[in-house]
């Protein structure tokens, strides 16, 4: 694996890196400070871009090529959409990576040094850049819980279907009660007749 550092364009990011929604997260000017701390990562077949038990402060963006995560040896996705954003969390955890990458074709990645994002923006002098990183680690987490939901609910459908089980009912919602209103009823009027005068 070759690394170089990554020189671009500046108010100008490449399109690959316009296509990650959740960059939105950054001004034109904050995504700069993020390109100039990164490095380019030039992979061929079967480079580990993240070594599991390893520990580091890069988030990446696959730029090119395809690439896989393990567990182990088990192979547990694939990331393979120009775009996507992987090894976020150690933003957030700061501990030990839970799974290797390793390209599967030849593969570019952008690597993104946050602790040296941290160095040029200390967390004090700089609370507004900080708060979009972690809007933008935020932003990535919810993706990926969403995409791991919709494929729970697909594996759960397909074990269904191997026992031969029909699909749960939805539950049948019960109309709401609607809350009857006292009615306001205007004060009573007191009619007074006249006197009769005799």
């Known amino acids: ?19 990650v929604p959740a960059l ?5 000017d ?6 100039n701390s990164s ?4 992979c061929e077949t079967g480079d ?3 070594k599991e038990g390893s520990i580091d402060s890069r988030i990446y963006v696959l730029l090119s090529g395809e690439l896989e995560v393990r567990v182990g040896s088990k192979k547990v996705a694939a990331i393979t959409r120009i775009g996507e954003v992987f ?18 074709t030849k593969a570019v990645c952008l690597a993104v040094d946050q602790k040296f994002l941290q160095d040029i923006h200390p967390r004090e002098e700089d609370p507004d850049f900080h708060a979009a990183l972690y809007e933008f680690v935020a932003r990535l987490v919810v993706r990926k819980l969403e995409a791991t939901s919709r494929r729970l609910a697909e594996v759960e459908k397909e074990l269904r279907e ?6 749960p009912a939805k539950p049948v919602s019960k109309p709401k009660p609607k809350l009857k209103r006292p009615v ?8 007074r007749k006249p006197a009769r005068v005799r």
């Open 1 to 19: 694996m070759k690394e170089f550092a990554y020189i671009h364009d500046e108010k100008h990011s490449p399109s690959p890196l316009r296509a």
């Open 24 to 28: 939105a997260s950054f001004s034109d």
């Open 30 to 35: 904050q995504l700069d400070d993020v390109l």
């Open 39 to 42: 490095s380019l990562l030039q």
């Open 48 to 50: 580990h871009i993240i």
């Open 87 to 104: 090894g976020e969390l150690a933003l957030v955890n700061h501990d030990k990576r839970l799974a290797s990458v390793i390209a599967s």
């Open 162 to 167: 191997l026992r031969g089980e029909k699909a």
């Open 184 to 191: 306001k009823r205007a004060p009573a009027k007191v009619v």
